[in-house]
């Protein structure tokens, strides 16, 4: 198949190696389970549960809420012993509404799990219900609730699904070891999800790191004509929904459009291998294969987490820390979060746990620009970074976004090639915070302006209503007078 060149990115060593050749291994029960309601983009599931109650593994525990949200169940049996706060996936220790779960140690499955479905005899709708109910969402560290990628159908013209298996952050290798481990499943899923869709060809995006994958998804849907397996050149950020589509069709989504917009969908290979679970067994998103590396892991390794696992325990069952880490990370070097300590707990995104040492970051002083526009070509949105930072740092938002900060994919390759060491992207998650807080205080202060004038309305329409009442109840005093005085002449006329 033809690939398509897309502008920017960058090389970083993929140090793959050091989790590659670990296949997936169980991780053993923990002792407490810490299930985030919120794990996915959108409104947090409501709790349906209470301190207390016993519950079986894949039992609801929290049902989603509107249109874009995601419920979340029990991984397995056992007592809810607190609905709380408890620290999230954010560097800042922000707190999350968080249900705790000790495990029973049974691991009982709850009786009313949704039967197995026979997808291809089975409509698009009904398929992406059970999407919905088993609280699939983007696995691959975006989050967005599958079912309603599924449900794009219904508003846009769709001909292909791209199934993302590049995995083009350094370090992790999960999606690789289930392609690898769980090929037929992985397929299964993908097949399930472009009948879905209701698309005739599906694509899926390997990076040419990952030679053995390739082999056996090629292998696994030779059978099937409407499925390609394609090498992509190994270059960060070859993942990125929008430029995954473009090396794949050649065709460039918008800014500010979705893919859908040209006819493309993108689901990831480890939804995939969910979507395959639900459908077929029935089961609820409630584990996931989370890698364990960097520098400061004693042995690095592809783990099968329950949702809700404490990353310690991760950590200990990998032999510990050797050295205190630089840094802490969920997700890839690149684009994943600092985590604010290791008692937070596995999320449904959550597709690795970094423990970087200081050469592993290569951290090095941060010294002024030489205007080199080395960022500039490595952007692969075509933005002019240093110009963008420059805005940032004088505080000017507008001109930040002038420059084209809400296209930005926050991808990192700028400060990766920065020779100067400049953290090019955290100005722009800086200013993209500041953007959203801007937008969030915009918006209360149009609520309140809008509830400020319906309550004007209502004042003058109440009292519109009282004038309009005295003037009537005038009138018809004005009228009984008029009446009370016309009586006597009317009856010394009759007389
Ligand atoms: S972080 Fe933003 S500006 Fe920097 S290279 Fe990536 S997309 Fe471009
Ligand atoms: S790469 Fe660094 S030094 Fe070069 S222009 Fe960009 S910000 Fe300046």
Known sequence: MKLFRIRGGVHPDDCKALAAEQAIVDLQMPELLHIPVQQHIGAAAKPVVQRGDSVRKGQLLAHSQGAISAPVHAPTSGRIVGIGNYPAHHPSGLLVRTITLQPDGEDRWCDDLPPPMDPFNSTPDAIAERVALSGIVGMGGATFPSSVKLNLRNRYRLEKLVINGAECEPYLTCDDRLMREHADQVIDGIRIMAHALGVTHTVIGIENNKPDAQRLLHEACARFGDIDVVGLPTRYPMGSEKHMVQTLTGLETPARALTADIGVVVHNVATAHAVHRAVRHGEPLISRVVTVSGGAIGKPANLRVLIGTPVEDLIDYCGGLTSTPERLISG???????LPGTRVPVVKGSNGVLALTATDVGIASEMPCIRCASCVDACPCGLLPVEMAAHARAG????????GLTD??????????CPSNIPLVQYFNYAKGELASRQRAQHKQLETKRLAEQRTARMEEIKRKKREAMEKRKREMAAKKAKAAAAPAERSAQA
Request: include cysteine; hydrophobic fraction near 40%.
């Open 408 to 417: 930005c994919i926050a991808c990192g390759s700028c400060s990766f090639v």
């Open 396 to 403: 000017d938002l507008d001109g930040t976004v002038r420059l």
């Open 332 to 338: 890839g070097p690149m684009m994943g979060q600092l």
